[in-house]
C-alpha cells in the first residue's frame, strides 16, 4: 500500500512539474513575501547560511534551494519526483546558481549519517505517510549542532479543511495534514526545537479569493496565489497578521492555524 501511495504521489507531482513555467518563479518571494511568514519564520532561525551545506528535501519546483544558493549555501535539491527535480535544475540555471540535483525517497535519505548542516523541507511531510521516519532520517544525516527546518500544513482548521474538500485537483489523495503534536515528537528527537503557527485571522484572504473574487480552487492555487500577488495582498494581511500574533496568546490558538513551521536543532 505504502509503494502504491508514493507511486502516485510522483506521477501527480511529475505531472505537476511539466506544466510549470520557470520564468513565473520570483524566487525571493518564497522567502521575503509578507505572505510568506513561514519562510520569514526559518530565516531568522536559520541566520548566516553562507558555506553550509544544505539539503532541500522534497524541493518541488526549487525555489528553496535556488534561493538558498544565492546566499551562498551548497544545495542538493533532491525529491522523489524526477519531474520536479528537473525544474529545480533549470530554475537555479536561470538563475546562474549551481545546484546538485538527486532523486530521493525521503523515508530513506541516501546519504551517510553527519552529512548536511541544514535541512529544509516545505510542505513534504504531510506527503508522507510515515512523517517520523522521514523527521529521524533527517537528524542522522545532519551533523552535530546542525538544523532541519520544515513548515506544513495542520489538521486542526475547519476553514482550511473545507478548502482542502473542494481543492480535490490541486491536491494528491493521500496528503494528511499534520497534528500539531508532531512537535512534541520533534522535541524528543532534537536538543531543541522552536517552532509557530501561521494564518488565523489571515486565512480571510483565502475566503475572499473563494467568496468575493470567486477563485477557482480547482485552477488557481491559492497557497501559490498569496506569493504571486503578495504585493496586492500586503495592505490586508499585515494588518490581519496583527491579529493572529494576539489570538496565537490564547490558549489551544495555535493549533487552529493553518501552516506550522519547525526549526530543530542536533
Given at each position: 500500500?505504502?509503494?502504491?501511495?508514493?507511486?502516485?504521489?510522483?506521477?501527480?507531482?511529475?505531472?505537476?512539474?511539466?506544466?510549470?513555467?520557470?520564468?513565473?518563479?520570483?524566487?525571493?518571494?518564497?522567502?521575503?513575501?509578507?505572505?510568506?511568514?513561514?519562510?520569514?519564520?526559518?530565516?531568522?532561525?536559520l541566520?548566516?547560511?553562507?558555506?553550509?551545506?544544505l539539503?532541500?528535501l522534497?524541493?518541488?519546483?526549487?525555489?528553496?534551494?535556488?534561493?538558498?544558493?544565492?546566499?551562498?549555501?551548497?544545495?542538493?535539491?533532491?525529491?522523489?519526483?524526477?519531474?520536479?527535480?528537473?525544474?529545480?535544475?533549470?530554475?537555479?540555471?536561470?538563475?546562474?546558481?549551481?545546484?546538485?540535483?538527486?532523486?530521493?525517497?525521503?523515508?530513506?535519505?541516501?546519504?551517510?549519517?553527519?552529512?548536511?548542516?541544514?535541512?529544509?523541507a516545505?510542505?513534504?511531510?504531510?506527503?508522507?505517510?510515515?512523517?517520523?521516519?522521514?523527521?529521524?532520517?533527517?537528524?542522522?544525516?545532519?551533523?552535530?549542532?546542525?538544523?532541519?527546518?520544515?513548515?506544513?500544513?495542520?489538521?486542526?482548521?475547519?476553514?482550511?479543511?473545507?478548502?482542502r474538500?473542494?481543492?480535490?485537483?490541486?491536491?494528491?489523495?493521500?496528503?494528511?495534514?499534520?497534528?500539531?503534536?508532531?512537535?512534541?515528537?520533534?522535541?524528543?528527537?532534537?536538543?531543541?526545537?522552536?517552532?509557530?503557527?501561521?494564518?488565523?485571522?489571515?486565512?480571510?484572504?483565502?475566503?475572499?479569493?473563494?467568496l468575493?473574487?470567486?477563485?477557482?480552487?480547482?485552477k488557481?492555487?491559492?497557497?501559490?496565489?498569496?506569493?504571486?500577488?503578495?504585493e496586492?495582498?500586503?495592505?490586508?494581511?499585515?494588518?490581519?497578521?496583527?491579529?493572529?500574533?494576539?489570538?496565537?496568546?490564547?490558549?489551544?490558538?495555535?493549533?487552529?492555524?493553518?501552516?506550522?513551521?519547525?526549526?530543530?536543532?542536533?
Amino acid at each position: 500500500m505504502q509503494d502504491d501511495l508514493l507511486k502516485r504521489e510522483r506521477e501527480f507531482h511529475d505531472l505537476w512539474a511539466a506544466a510549470i513555467d520557470i520564468e513565473g518563479i520570483q524566487v525571493r518571494d518564497y522567502f521575503e513575501a509578507c505572505t510568506a511568514p513561514e519562510n520569514r519564520f526559518i530565516l531568522k532561525h536559520l541566520g548566516d547560511v553562507k558555506g553550509k551545506y544544505l539539503l532541500d528535501l522534497g524541493c518541488g519546483a526549487g525555489e528553496n534551494s535556488v534561493y538558498f544558493a544565492t546566499k551562498g549555501a551548497r544545495c542538493v535539491a533532491a525529491d522523489y519526483s524526477p519531474g520536479m527535480v528537473d525544474v529545480a535544475l533549470k530554475l537555479a540555471a536561470s538563475n546562474h546558481v549551481a545546484v546538485e540535483g538527486r532523486t530521493i525517497n525521503a523515508m530513506e535519505i541516501e546519504f551517510p549519517d553527519n552529512t548536511f548542516d541544514i535541512i529544509y523541507a516545505s510542505n513534504l511531510l504531510h506527503h508522507i505517510p510515515q512523517p517520523k521516519t522521514v523527521i529521524r532520517e533527517m537528524y542522522r544525516v545532519l551533523k552535530p549542532g546542525g538544523k532541519a527546518c520544515f513548515w506544513d500544513p495542520l489538521k486542526h482548521n475547519p476553514v482550511i479543511n473545507v478548502y482542502r474538500r473542494i481543492a480535490t485537483k490541486v491536491r494528491t489523495e493521500d496528503e494528511t495534514p499534520l497534528d500539531i503534536n508532531i512537535v512534541n515528537f520533534v522535541q524528543s528527537v532534537f536538543t531543541k526545537t522552536e517552532y509557530d503557527t501561521f494564518w488565523l485571522a489571515t486565512l480571510w484572504i483565502f475566503l475572499r479569493f473563494y467568496l468575493v473574487e470567486k477563485v477557482d480552487p480547482n485552477k488557481e492555487r491559492y497557497w501559490k496565489k498569496i506569493i504571486l500577488e503578495h504585493e496586492r495582498l500586503r495592505p490586508t494581511y499585515l494588518k490581519l497578521e496583527k491579529a493572529d500574533q494576539s489570538l496565537k496568546k490564547l490558549p489551544l490558538m495555535k493549533r487552529f492555524a493553518w501552516n506550522i513551521a519547525v526549526v530543530a536543532t542536533k
